[in-house]
Nanobody
Framework: QVQLVESGGGLVQAGDSLRLSCATS????????MGWFRQAPGKEREFVAV????????QYSDVAKGRFTISRDDPKNTVFLQMNSLKPEDTAVYYC???????????????WGQGTQVTVSS
C-alpha cells in the first residue's frame, strides 16, 4: 500500500521558518523524483519544488527560489521542504508527490499525500 504522509505544517508568523517532512512507504522511493506542491483556497494546485531520484538535480518555482530548499533522505524514504522567510501568501495546503523521471507537472506525479496545512500570519 502506497503511503505519503506529510508533517511539519502549522501556524507561523511572517518571516518564520518551517520544515515539512514527507514519509513514504509502499513504493520504490529511490527511483522516483519527489515533488512538493501547494494549493491555496480557491486556487489550483501549483508546483513548488522537485528533486530528482538521485538528489543531484533540484528545481523550484519562482516563488520558492531562494527561500525554500528541497532535500531527500533515501535510507528513510523521506523528502523534506525547508521553508524560510515565510510570507502570508505562502499560506496553503502543501502536498508531497512521487513521480517519474523529469516529473514537474501535477499530471506527471503518480502518488500523492493528503497534505499539511501551512498558515502564515502577517
Amino acid at each position: 500500500q502506497v503511503q505519503l504522509v506529510e508533517s511539519g505544517g502549522g501556524l507561523v508568523q511572517a518571516g518564520d521558518s518551517l520544515r515539512l517532512s514527507c514519509a513514504t512507504s509502499g513504493f520504490t522511493f529511490i527511483v522516483h523524483d519527489m515533488g512538493w506542491f501547494r494549493q491555496a483556497p480557491g486556487k489550483e494546485r501549483e508546483f513548488v519544488a522537485v528533486i530528482s531520484w538521485s538528489g543531484g538535480k533540484t528545481q523550484y518555482s519562482d516563488v520558492a527560489k531562494g527561500r525554500f530548499t528541497i532535500s531527500r533522505d533515501d535510507p528513510k524514504n523521506t523528502v523534506f521542504l525547508q521553508m524560510n522567510s515565510l510570507k502570508p501568501e505562502d499560506t496553503a495546503v502543501y502536498y508531497c508527490a512521487a513521480g517519474g523521471l523529469g516529473a514537474i507537472k501535477v499530471d506527471d506525479f503518480d502518488y500523492w499525500g493528503q497534505g499539511t496545512q501551512v498558515t502564515v500570519s502577517s
